[in-house]
């Protein structure tokens, strides 16, 4: 059964599951879609086009499925899709999808800080801890473990790898590929992310494959003569072919 303070908005088109915890001054907007176990604290807004899985925590002030920012939006039918067990904090927003992708997609197990701003046709994976105040501009994808710092601010378009630690206070507009450390002003290749790999059970030579696919990646001035490299002089286990594939993929470029 459902727990619906008397002060909450349930639109009656609304779709919920079971074992939901409703606060005082939520709103839940009609075509909104809603799985089991979530607790939503007081002063939530699930708006139109709402696809929360079970498990997640949501705290006050938060805004799910907005309205586009983006002057191309016409009022498309779209979503904004939110896995299981995430916490989203206070004042976060993410915007539902435009007829670019049509769908905004948050993954699961993601700790997102409050005050922080996923825009319209994000892609974050799952495991992700994202910190306050941070914004992602539209059509960004974050795969998945990434841990991003708070203020940090990303360009439309651009790409965020696994396992990296990025600098909070910092800004990009370019991909940054995965396993490092991005930091500095402008924002550079500052190392490999050694202790989050540590800690997420990576092997020490499979951090030291990565840590050489870098070096080799780098010496080069042509990021394609880099990649030539590490395919001459390293095994291709499946970490190394990732990190060949985002940056031949890379539409923005990476940072360097």
């Known amino acids: ?36 176990n979530n607790v939503l604290q007081n002063s939530v807004t699930l708006n139109y086009g709402t696809r929360l899985g079970s498990g997640n925590e949501i705290f006050p002030g938060a805004s799910i499925s907005t309205k586009p920012q983006d002057l191309k939006f016409k009022g498309e039918d779209t979503i904004c899709q939110i896995g299981n067990n995430n916490s989203i904090r206070e004042n976060t927003t993410i915007s539902r999808g435009t007829a670019s992708k049509g769908a905004t997609i948050v993954g699961s197990n993601n700790l997102l800080m409050e005050n922080m701003h996923i825009a319209h046709d994000c892609v974050v994976g799952s495991g992700c801890i994202i ?55 402008p924002i550079r290749y500052a190392g490999i992310n050694l202790v989050g790999l540590r800690r997420r059970g990576f092997s020490n030579e499979t951090i030291n494959n990565i840590h050489e696919a870098y070096r080799l990646l780098y010496s080069k001035g042509v990021l394609a003569e880099g990649i030539e490299e590490i395919r001459k002089k390293l095994e291709i286990t499946p970490e190394i072919q990732y990190i060949i594939d985002f940056v031949q993929t890379s539409k923005r470029g990476i940072i360097r």
Do not use: W
């Open 1 to 36: 059964m459902n727990q619906i303070s008397p002060l909450a908005y349930v639109h009656p088109e609304a779709r919920l599951g079971d074992n939901n915890i409703i606060g005082p001054f939520c709103y839940i907007d009609k075509n909104t879609e809603i799985g089991d």
């Open 131 to 185: 910190g306050n105040s941070t914004k992602f501009a539209g059509e960004v994808v974050i795969d998945d473990n990434a841990i991003i710092s708070a203020v940090f601010l990303c360009h439309q378009f651009c790409r965020i790898g696994s396992y990296v630690m990025v600098q909070g206070g910092s800004r990009s507009s370019l991909d940054i590929p995965p396993y490092i450390i991005a930091g500095k002003e």
